[in-house]
C-alpha cells in the first residue's frame, strides 16, 4: 500500500475514533472551535507606588487619589478542540482605564509631585491576553473538568499627569506570567449549563495573579448560546520601589458560537 494511501487510511481511522469519544459527551461540547464574546465593564480598585532615586513614592489609591472610572473591558475568548481531552485556549481584554480628579492630599509617585487642589489626569491602558492548554481528565454526558497550563501576559502603560505643573510619569509594564488551574462545565439540562474556572500563580512576595469565572448558559440551539455570570481578575506585582495591585470584579454577560 502506497504511503499516501496509508496516510489517508490513519487520517480516517483517527477522525472515526475521535467522533466515537466525542459522542460521550454533551451536544454543544461536540465542537471544533468555540468562540465567545463578552461584555464586562469594570471598576479598578487597587493601589499604586512608584519610588526613585531611593525615595519611596507614597502608596495611591486608584480611586481615591487617581479617579479611575469604570470602563469597558469586554472579552474575546476562543478554544480549539485539539482532541477528545485536549483544548488550545486563548483570551483577550483591551484594558483602558482613566481618570481626572482634584487631589485632596499630596502625594508623589515618581518623579511627580501632587499638591491638595492640583488637578491629576491619569490612565491605565493596555491589553491583558491569556493562553492556556486544557486537559479534559473528567469527561461525562453531563460535563468535564479539566486542569489549565498557560501563561497570562499583562502588557499595560500606566500615566499619571499633574496637569498644574505639567509633571508627567509614564511606566510600561509587560509582564508574562505562568498559571495554572481547573476548568469545568457541568450541564443540567439539555438547555442550561453552569461553568466555573480558576486560574492563577503566586509568585511569593513578588505578587500574584488569578482569574475568577463563573456563568451559566442558556442553550438556544447546540452551536449558540446566551452567557451571564460574574468575572474577576487580581493582579498584584512588587519591586524595590514600585508597586501594583489592580482588582478588576462585575458581573458579564454576552453570547457563544460553537462550530
Known amino acids: 500500500m502506497a504511503p499516501r494511501t496509508l496516510l489517508l487510511v490513519a487520517a480516517a481511522v483517527l477522525a472515526a475514533a475521535t467522533a466515537r469519544a466525542q459522542t460521550d459527551l454533551p451536544v454543544p461540547e461536540r465542537y471544533t472551535l468555540r468562540l465567545e464574546y463578552l461584555f464586562w465593564s469594570p471598576a479598578p480598585t487597587g493601589q499604586l507606588q512608584k519610588g ?15 479617579g479611575l472610572a469604570e470602563h469597558a473591558a469586554n472579552p474575546l475568548r476562543g478554544a480549539l478542540r485539539l482532541g477528545t481531552s485536549w483544548k488550545l485556549r486563548a483570551s483577550w481584554s483591551p484594558l483602558d482605564f482613566r481618570g481626572d480628579t482634584t487631589a485632596d492630599r499630596a502625594f508623589v509617585y515618581g ?17 491583558y491576553i491569556t493562553a492556556e492548554l486544557e486537559w479534559d481528565f473528567l469527561r461525562r454526558p453531563q460535563g468535564f473538568l479539566g486542569l489549565l497550563a498557560g501563561v497570562k501576559l499583562v502588557d499595560v ?103
Open 52 to 66: 526613585v532615586a531611593g525615595v519611596d513614592g507614597t502608596l495611591i489609591d486608584v480611586q481615591e487619589d487617581l
Open 111 to 127: 518623579t511627580a509631585l501632587v499638591l491638595p487642589g492640583q488637578q491629576v489626569v491619569s490612565s491605565l491602558k493596555g491589553n
Open 157 to 259: 502603560d500606566a500615566l499619571v499627569l499633574n496637569v498644574d505643573t505639567s509633571d508627567r510619569v509614564v511606566e510600561t509594564e509587560r509582564l508574562p506570567i505562568p498559571a495554572f488551574g481547573l476548568a469545568g462545565r457541568v450541564y443540567l439540562t439539555r438547555r442550561l449549563s453552569l461553568e466555573g474556572e480558576l486560574s492563577g500563580l503566586t509568585l511569593g512576595d513578588r505578587g500574584h495573579v488569578y482569574e475568577v469565572f463563573v456563568a451559566a448558559r442558556l442553550h438556544v440551539t447546540s452551536h449558540l448560546a446566551a452567557t451571564g455570570g460574574y468575572r474577576k481578575l487580581v493582579l498584584e506585582g512588587r519591586t524595590d520601589r514600585d508597586y501594583l495591585k489592580i482588582d478588576l470584579g462585575t458581573w458579564t454577560f454576552g453570547a457563544e458560537i460553537s462550530l
